[in-house]
């Protein structure tokens, strides 16, 4: 369609995947004090080990699909429950000052957990991209 149909003026800016071992990932809950508190906001933090690795994949896979810039704080980006019970990513602070950098007006989510594996895909769609990348350095770059 032409014209103002927003799924029209809609574009991908960004996809990111993530793949957790969730027994590797309790591991290091286990050993590394405070990591919890470091990666994940308070609603987050009383989950299910499995859903915490699903949300770390998250994270991950959102950093991926913002090409991985610099500077991200992992609380700035929290996986919550929509209304019709999907899951959905709030991001604030670092992580929306560099998603609006990116264009990014809208988040998909996906996250599963079978057997000991956790996974996550994100889907960042926007218009054209704001101010672009340039002059960020790339890396994961969480703090």
């Known amino acids: 369609m032409a014209g103002g149909d927003p799924a029209g003026d809609a574009m991908i800016i960004g996809v990111g995947i993530d793949v957790v071992e969730i027994a590797r990932f309790k591991q290091a809950l286990d050993r590394t004090q405070g990591l919890a508190d470091r ?60 998603a ?6 809208r988040w998909h989510l996906s996250l599963s957990h079978d057997g000991d594996l956790a996974t996550a895909v994100v889907i960042a769609e926007g218009g054209e991209d704001a101010e672009g990348t340039h002059g960020e350095n790339s890396g994961l770059g969480w703090v």
């Open 100 to 105: 609006a950098r990116r264009g990014v007006s």
């Open 39 to 98: 990666l994940f906001c308070e609603k987050e933090r009383g989950l299910p080990v499995h859903s915490l690795a699903a949300r770390f994949a998250a994270k991950e896979a959102l950093a991926k699909a913002l090409g991985a810039p610099r500077g991200l704080s992992w609380t700035d980006a929290e996986v919550v429950t929509g209304p019709d019970g999907r899951p959905e990513l709030k991001v604030s602070g670092t992580v929306a000052d560099a």
